[in-house]
């Protein structure tokens, strides 16, 4: 097995060791670091993910963003263009299917797809991160692809995390993109 996918299958088994009490409390500190950014203040239109696999719940920052106007889109796989995502309006109502790979995502509709040059902000789940900013996903690059151009259209990537995802050092490689800034429930991390 390689390294990164080793590293993947421990810091998994970590995260999905955490309790539902740590859990809950992790959602409920990192939902406060968002509701108190700036960059999340000023976003009209936040793109985030519905948690899986042990992954920092988003339910409650979900619910914030609703609560105080602001328009939240979630990945949905490409259905054309394989290892891209697109992201699509979410709302209360909103119809949601399993993916290939299991995950929850709004049913495709064209008329609600956000172009990544409109969203503000897109908020990345990761299985592991360094002092560098440097993140490890699940492997298929799909955040990777829709963040390669991020800073030319002046969308701001935030990584959350839990604390315990954080590792000493990622390896990287030539498609990697770094992020400016991970937040877990203990510390915001600024890369850049």
């Known amino acids: 097995m390689n390294l990164r996918s080793q ?20 959602a409920i500190t990192v939902t406060e670091r968002l509701s108190n950014h700036v960059k999340i203040q000023q976003a009209k239109r936040i793109a985030i993910y519905l948690s899986n696999d042990g992954e920092l719940s988003t339910k409650n920052f979900i619910e914030w963003c609703w609560q105080h106007h602001k328009h939240v889109y979630l990945p949905v796989v490409h259905p054309f263009s394989p290892g891209n995502l697109l992201f699509l309006n979410y709302q209360q109502e909103t119809k949601l299917l399993n993916n290939i790979y299991g995950i929850l995502e709004p049913q495709l509709d064209v008329t609600k ?26 492997g298929g690059g799909f955040y990777d692809r829709s963040l390669a151009r991020w800073q030319k259209i002046k969308l701001y990537p935030l990584g959350l995390a839990h604390d315990c995802q954080q590792v000493e050092k990622v390896p990287i490689e030539s498609w990697d993109i770094p992020l400016p800034e991970i937040i877990t429930p203990n510390k915001n991390y600024r890369f850049m």
């Open 7 to 26: 590293l993947r299958k421990e810091v998994r088994q970590r995260r999905n060791a955490l309790s539902v009490a740590q859990q809950h409390n992790a």
């Open 113 to 138: 797809v956000c172009p990544l040059e409109q969203l503000d902000i897109i908020c990345t789940p990761l299985v592991a991160f360094d002092n560098s900013g440097a993140r490890l996903g699940m």
